[in-house]
């Protein structure tokens, strides 16, 4: 379903968004997407495919829409069902911050001085649509 997902055209200005819902709650989402408002596509994966993080199984729920859409259903989302976004479209960030978090440590850099290159600036920026739907508003969060 991943790769399905990421085949999905997106629209102007819309963004993909994959967040991991612990499994036993795998039954409220699916109720909650059916009424869904915010989201053009809706998917949500079932065991087997699903993903495990420090000990916790997480289905997949996918969303396709605009961020501003997206937001208000994802924060009910993770209030009511709980889990967080995927590492899914954060790539290229996560890659740049623990080559460059390793590197602050050896060399005594600051945490601003990490966030603060262009390569850490260019790819939080490309992440701005899907952090928008997330609720995300800080490479820290």
């Known amino acids: 379903i991943r790769q399905w997902v990421q085949e999905v055209a997106l ?44 000990g916790e199984t997480y289905v997949l729920a996918f969303f396709v829409g605009l961020p501003a859409n997206l937001r208000p259903e994802v924060r009910k989302i993770r209030e ?31 945490v601003v001085e990490v966030m603060s290159n262009p390569e850490v600036v260019a790819a939080f920026q490309a992440t701005k649509g899907i952090r928008g739907a997330a609720g995300l508003r800080t490479i820290l969060e």
Do not use: N
């Open 11 to 54: 629209q102007a200005d819309e963004c993909r968004l994959v967040w991991l819902c612990p499994l036993g709650q795998r039954s409220g989402l699916m109720k909650y997407t059916k009424i869904m408002q915010g989201a053009r596509e809706v998917h949500v994966s079932r065991p087997p495919e699903t993903d495990e993080y420090f």
């Open 80 to 110: 009511d069902f709980g889990g967080r976004p995927a590492e899914d479209g954060f790539a290229r960030l996560l890659s740049l911050m623990k080559v460059l978090l390793r590197k602050s440590f050896a060399f005594g850099l600051s």
